[in-house]
């Protein structure tokens, strides 16, 4: 690693040791349009010559080193994955394209049967790859969330008030996505994707020990979570949205996530052979997430290029199952229409 | 050439700063510095490009000229704190963040270097309560970047 940022001694000691692992270097940068979540742009995805964890430039203390954490976990996960077997992601073809969107055309119709108001076609359309690709995007990202935020919070201590802090401002983001599809998104899916996050939001407030996160009471955006516990902070949350009957589909979840996760020793010594482990927890994890939630044939494992080369084509793909679903009723300008929801 | 003209090549230096342009920036830097020697601020502009290309040692010296012309300059302070840091003088960087947060106590930037130098002295308590003041002040800045984004 290469970097004149300054960066606390944890942090510092657990990039040395990624790079020591794998074998490789890790470069950071600071970018003002950067993802809040930060970027991973790795050697096991892309075809780079090192490593870079990219972070929002004004996240210049514990934040930027609580995104660096984060990112030298997902690389350990994929670095031991490609080292002792092979890295695969979810991924998608044509056949797996037009399952997804049948599957959703299908459920849309149930509930466009109850509605006054029908969606116009160009909506619909457009619904069904959106909501597609927003589950091929999370279910790549989702199950590894957990895996990482544990392994943070048992590996350094010093930084967990900045993590509970980025929980709740992740938990946020989580919680808003989509809302503003909420009356053209068949139900059954808004409620799987807000089932996963909350899911995700009470493992986390399982494993991370309230007593030591207990809210920084001088930060305003604390101060209404004052006297909660983590876990009670989150619960909180999730039961004063709309979206409380997520509760029943994420407790489900929930319960799939411990099944998988309690198999890991969250303080165990890192090396090549336990980061390999965890890579397949996760993809086992994953793959009964797809199953609970009915969509086994959506997505195959793949390699993360496959992925990238499927995402040139997800258009043609998109437009191929349209035209398998609606036959000569669609037109390509009907697609390519820019269409608002 | 008057102060104006001198404002004009700082501002120019700092639009190349921020996108990383360090060589173009340095050469701005350079001009307004041979221009205005007693301009306290480009001496500062110039130790954080110094600090980013690796030039640490060079970086402390500008620190020291522009503290030297401004004894209250409290973001030269922090920056020689921070050149301090990179030169492993954890001590000495105490000192220059302490005296940076002394001058300005909402530089969220001090607050973490202080943290992170008495943690490398195994300071455990005190480099906890900056790491806190560092972190405070962090989610304010993060919240207010937020606040910018929405408003877009």
Redesign the interface.
């Known amino acids: 690693m290469k970097t004149e940022m300054p960066l606390s001694k944890p942090i510092r000691l657990f990039v040395k040791q990624t790079e020591d692992i794998l074998d490789t270097e890790i470069s950071l940068l600071r970018n003002p349009d950067a993802d809040p979540n930060g970027t991973l742009v790795d050697i096991y995805t892309f075809n780079i010559e090192r490593n870079v964890i990219i972070f929002p430039a004004h996240y210049i203390g514990l934040l930027k080193d609580f995104i660096i954490a984060k990112h030298c976990v997902n690389l350990l996960i994929k670095g031991a994955a490609v080292k002792k077997s092979q890295y695969l992601v979810c991924s998608f073809t044509g056949d797996s394209v037009y399952q997804g969107i049948h599957q959703i055309y299908l459920d849309a119709l149930k509930d466009e049967a109850k509605k006054e108001k029908k969606l116009p076609v160009q909506k619909l359309i457009q619904m069904l790859n959106i909501l597609y690709s927003d589950f091929n995007d999370d279910i790549n990202e989702l199950p590894w969330n957990p895996i990482t935020n544990a392994r943070v919070y048992h590996k350094m201590p010093k930084i967990r008030k900045t993590q509970l802090y980025y929980l709740m401002k992740e938990g946020k983001m989580d919680m808003d996505e989509m809302m503003e599809f909420e009356d053209i998104i068949p139900r059954r899916y808004f409620v799987l994707n807000k089932a996963m996050f909350y899911a995700r939001d009470q493992y986390l407030a399982k494993t991370l020990p309230a007593d030591q996160l207990m809210p920084v009471v001088n930060i305003p955006q604390m101060k209404k979570f004052n006297h909660l516990e983590v876990k009670e902070m989150l619960t909180t949350r999730w039961t004063h949205t709309s979206w409380y009957q997520s509760k029943v589909f994420g407790d489900t979840m929930l319960e799939i996530m411990e099944k998988y996760l309690q198999k890991i020793d969250w303080n165990a010594e890192p090396s090549l052979d336990y980061y390999h482990e965890i890579y397949q927890i996760g993809v086992n994890m994953t793959n009964h997430f797809i199953s609970y939630m009915s969509m086994k044939g959506w997505f195959v494992w793949e390699s993360p290029k496959h992925l990238q080369q499927a995402r040139e084509k997800k258009a043609e793909y998109e437009f191929d199952a349209l035209k398998k679903i609606f036959g000569d009723l669609i037109e390509k300008s009907e697609i390519n229409g820019d269409v608002k929801p | 050439m008057t102060s104006k003209e001198v404002e004009g090549l700082l501002k120019k230096g700092r639009a190349y700063a921020?996108r990383t342009k360090y060589k173009e920036a340095l050469a701005y830097y350079d001009k307004a510095l041979s221009l205005a020697p007693g301009n306290p601020e480009a001496w500062y502009l110039r130790a954080a490009v110094f600090?980013?290309?690796?030039r640490?040692a060079e970086a402390l010296k500008d620190c020291e000229r522009a503290i030297a012309l401004n004894q209250n300059y409290a973001d030269a302070w922090s920056k020689k704190g921070?050149a301090l840091?990179?030169l492993e003088r954890f001590e000495d960087a105490v000192f220059a963040c302490t005296r940076a947060l002394a001058l300005n106590g909402n530089d969220?930037?001090a607050?973490?270097?202080k943290?992170?130098c008495l943690?490398?002295l195994g300071r455990n308590d005190e480099a906890?309560e900056a790491?806190?003041k560092?972190?405070?002040l962090?989610?304010?800045?993060?919240?207010e970047?937020?606040k910018k984004k929405v408003g877009k």
Do not use: F, R
């Open positions: 921020i600090i980013e290309t690796s640490n921070h840091y990179n969220a930037s607050w973490y270097i943290g992170v943690d490398e906890q790491y806190g560092s972190l405070e962090e989610i304010i800045l993060d919240m970047a937020e």
